[in-house]
């Protein structure tokens, strides 16, 4: 197995400058460096530089992943804009760290699985992920939570210690919150036992109309003086996270302990597993039917289906070819005729040698399955 190392950042609030760009080309000589994006991909060496430190000093988000398991994800955002306090209580492990940088807070974000070699170029982005920093400064806290269960998984967290508070919409994860599941390969089952402790969210638009026009004439004044100082803040995003902030948290009383979430989990793990060994029985009992059925109606047109097989190996179309020559082997075996077909097919080869794309591709589908 060859290494594979991949390194993203990009700049969301403020470009790159000229000589911040001249400087990121002194760390790599062959990085793709906009304005934007630092990208750059090692099959052997490494980056010249602490990826933390050029997220402190340059960028506001980094995605890193190497094929031998380790996924890494990085958020970088005004502390002036995310509710750090609640946060905090979600970044107490090594998996999952919280950190104050000059007027930034940085999410760090590690994901190991030495068994891995889950790489394919082009499969991982912080397009898909990038977007989880505007849910944070619009107060959404299932990003944390999320992290925080990152944390239980990878034993980072006691079994007595008790979860933080839990935020509203769990069991409907937003796409880029989806993406950072599958991107740090968080367990899904235990996303389930943690969504049965979380409310459905609720409609903010409604809500956060009702809660803005009952605000006293003095708070209202504070917004407006705000919209007027900074036209370029993103003041609906900031109401948004005063709005949830001000909702009221889960009760410690009602919260589980992390023994209690991973003994939910494997409850789930176990429903789920005999739901899918269900479904798969039901679809194998229902391809089965229908073979049996298709094999019934191929018996009465034996004579037509081989005509039919060597005009498709004729013009070609050695997909279509292969699965009527399939269904003539199986209904061969089925009724104890295997040597007339044998005989049939050799015949039909000595007729059709140069279709040589169709007999390599019937010779891999009988060849004994290795693994």
Not at 308 to 324: D, G, I, P
């Amino acid at each position: 197995m060859s290494e594979y190392q991949c390194y993203e950042f990009v700049a969301l609030d403020m470009p790159l400058t000229s000589k911040q760009m001249v400087a990121l080309r002194a760390v790599s000589t062959r990085a793709e460096i906009s304005p934007t994006r630092f990208w750059n991909a090692y099959e052997w060496g490494d980056l010249k530089a602490d990826p933390a430190k050029l997220v402190q000093r340059y960028f506001d988000a980094h995605l890193y992943f190497a094929n031998w398991g380790t996924h890494r994800l990085m958020l970088r955002a005004p502390v002036a804009r995310v509710d750090e306090k609640r946060l905090r209580a979600y970044f107490v492990s090594d998996a999952a760290t919280a950190r104050l940088a000059g007027e930034h807070l940085i999410l760090d974000l590690h994901s190991e699985d030495e068994g891995a070699d889950d790489y394919e170029e082009g499969e991982s982005s912080l397009a898909t992920l990038a977007p989880l920093r505007a849910e944070l400064m619009r107060g959404d806290l299932r990003v944390g939570y999320l992290a925080w269960l990152l944390a239980v998984q990878a034993d980072g967290i006691s079994e007595r210690n008790v979860e933080p508070e839990v935020p509203p919409g769990l069991s409907e994860l937003t796409a880029p919150q989806k993406a950072m599941v599958e991107f740090l390969r968080i367990d899904e089952d235990l996303i389930s036992a943690a969504a049965e402790g979380s409310s459905q969210p609720s409609d903010d638009d409604a809500a956060i109309r009702r809660w803005a026009l009952a605000l006293p004439p003095r708070a209202k004044d504070e917004w407006l003086r705000r919209a007027i100082d900074a036209p370029d803040l993103a003041l609906g995003d900031e109401l948004l996270r005063a709005f949830r902030r001000e909702a009221e948290p889960v009760p410690i009383a009602g919260r589980r302990t992390v023994a209690q979430l991973l003994a939910a989990a494997e409850k789930h793990r176990g429903q789920r597993e005999r739901a899918e060994t269900a479904r798969a029985q039901k679809a194998k009992m229902a391809a089965e039917a229908a073979r049996t059925k298709r094999l019934e109606v191929l018996a009465k047109r034996v004579d037509e289906a081989w005509a039919k097989l060597e005009a498709l190996v004729a013009k070609s179309a050695y997909e279509e070819a292969v699965k009527l020559a399939i269904d003539l082997r199986d209904l061969g075996k089925r009724d104890g005729a295997s040597a007339s077909f044998s005989r049939r097919f050799e015949a039909m080869r000595k007729r059709q040698l140069r279709r040589r794309g169709f007999f390599d591709r019937w010779k891999r589908e009988n060849e004994p399955r290795r693994w």
